[in-house]
């Protein structure tokens, strides 16, 4: 895990008065042609496992012997007992014609997130500039987190608190110049130009990737087609990824969304599916389930191997108190091998576990 120093947080701490006087400054001078913005969230959790080891360590036979505490292998959630996730805030300004992101995270959640940074970056989550031709045409450079996928980084903008593993072993971030243009009024697009997937500091192998999109929309939902193609390392063949991300209101209180996925390189990679129903029960309280099916292919996976199949469940309940959100969350795994252990340190093939998370977005 990346170190975080304490003088990063200090200038953080410090920039954070100045920020916020220029937004004053801002809001005074340009009110009605630009807006600058501050808004983030923090976040911690508590998580057990019932069928599944809850510590990781293990004394046997006299001797303590370490072990990987029993979690799903998908990213951020899985530390046992009470953990803290990340504090992310995100300064922006926005112009008529020109703007800029820049978001900060520090916390295991943000560490995870920026795994490929060096450690001069590892509090950027997502660095960059735009410039608007005009209101179908727009320019960014920098680094920003992925288009792919049903999920984000931020535990703010999911339903569910714990991740799919098409989340987590997809991209996470980006950084290049893209473009996005409209092409009516319920038709987008989108072309980029990035470094290898998550190397967001500079480019280590001199390889690009390329990426696109294209988008519909209505006032029921969107629909959203993604890709990206090109060499990860000096030495992998060419990535290919495919990403279908789409989500509709069928009712006034029923939403459902879906994530299908494919990513290869030379044979090695995964495919897969997930829905997504949200039921409202009322007007701060919602129910929504995760069903994904997983499945690597026969050449070789990112995650528990060659032509392994699996299954995630996870029902989460989402209660909002103004800016402080509950969520309470069933999750059980199922997998085609014997990857996790039990109680009783014996393999077993299914893991049952439950997160209550607390989420301020502000």
Do not use: C
Not at 253 to 273: C, H
Request: avoid cysteine.
């Amino acid at each position: 895990m990346k170190a975080i120093t304490t003088s990063k947080l200090v200038k953080i701490l410090f920039l954070l008065p100045f920020a916020f006087t220029t937004s004053i400054l801002f809001s005074q001078e340009e009110e009605e042609t630009s807006k600058f913005s501050i808004s983030g969230s923090v976040d911690a959790y508590f998580r057990t496992n019932f069928n599944g080891l809850n510590k990781s360590e293990e004394i046997i036979g006299g001797d303590p012997v370490d072990l990987t505490p029993a979690a799903p292998a998908t990213s951020f959630a899985n530390d046992p007992g009470f953990a803290i996730g990340m504090a992310n805030v995100i300064l922006g300004y926005e112009g008529d014609k020109v703007g800029f992101v820049a978001d900060l995270v520090v916390g295991p959640r943000g560490e995870d997130a920026v795994f490929l940074s060096s450690p001069s970056t590892n509090i950027v989550n997502q660095l960059y500039a735009y410039y608007k031709v005009n209101d179908g045409l727009k320019f960014t450079l920098g680094n920003w987190n992925t288009f792919l996928g049903y999920e984000v980084i931020s535990p703010a903008g999911n339903f569910n608190y714990s991740t799919s593993y098409m989340f987590s072993y997809g991209p996470f971030s980006h950084t290049g110049l893209k473009v996005d243009f409209s092409l009516n009024d319920n038709w987008t697009g989108m072309l980029a130009v990035m470094n290898p997937t998550d190397y967001t500091e500079y480019n280590p192998i001199g390889k690009y990737t390329f990426g696109g999109q294209l988008g519909y929309s209505n006032a029921s939902g969107s629909a959203y087609l993604n890709l990206i193609y090109g060499e990860q390392s000096l030495t992998d063949d060419a990535l290919f990824q495919i990403d279908l991300t789409t989500g509709w209101d069928l009712t006034d209180t029923f939403y459902l969304g879906l994530n299908s996925t494919y990513q290869s390189t030379d044979g090695v990679g995964f495919y897969g599916a997930a829905l997504y129903p949200q039921l409202a029960l009322s007007e701060n309280f919602g129910l929504g389930l995760r069903a994904e099916y997983f499945k690597e292919l026969e050449d070789g996976g990112p995650v528990y191997g060659a032509d392994v199949r699996s299954l995630d469940f996870t029902l989460t309940g989402s209660y909002n108190l103004g800016g402080l959100i509950i969520k309470p969350e069933l999750r059980l795994d199922s997998i085609s091998e014997e990857v996790f252990l039990d109680r009783d340190l014996a393999a077993t093939d299914n893991l049952a576990s439950f997160v209550l998370a607390a989420i301020y977005a502000f």
